[in-house]
């Protein structure tokens, strides 16, 4: 069956940062209730000594990470859909894995945005069916969803 195949968010704790607050950015994402899906937290030593912990959630059904999908790129802005369409071709690897940056500030905040920087939630997102077929996929998927806020511009 060709389509998405699995969904992976993974975001880092500081030391300096609460890590509550971290969790509630990524469940702000990802829904982290009804099952489905796995978390892992792993605890590195940083370049310091000072402890970073990594969360990573993990879904392994398709649907239902096709629907997580859809529900982050339906919440960004269109400005940053547009912006995903212009890069996809940079951000899908060649077993046809599609990687987003999503600010982890904004997250906190209820916002999804992309961002580029170091204080993001990574998220990568499997696709069956090779390259080429996912790079479709995912262009007609933001397409459809810039289509659907109306072109003002």
């Not at 030391?15 to 990802?30: G, Q």
Request: charged fraction near 30%.
């Amino acid at each position: 069956m060709m389509g998405v195949s699995w969904l992976e968010a993974r975001v880092s704790v500081h030391a300096t940062e609460d890590r509550d607050k971290v969790v509630k950015a990524l469940s702000s994402i990802l829904p982290l209730t009804g099952g489905g899906f796995e978390v892992v937290e792993d605890v590195f030593e940083g370049h310091y000594g000072n402890q970073i912990r990594v969360i990573t959630v993990r879904l392994r059904d398709g649907r239902t990470a096709l629907k997580v999908l859809e529900g982050i790129l339906s919440r960004l802005p269109v400005h940053d859909r547009r912006y995903l369409l212009d890069t996809l071709e940079e951000r899908v690897d060649k077993n046809g894995v599609l990687y987003l940056r999503v600010s982890k500030q904004d997250a906190y905040l209820g916002d999804v945005r992309v961002y580029e920087g170091d204080d993001v939630i990574r998220i990568a997102v499997g696709f069956q069916g090779g390259r080429k077929r996912a790079i479709r996929f995912y262009k007609s998927l933001l397409e459809r969803l810039i289509d659907s806020e109306g072109n003002p511009g």
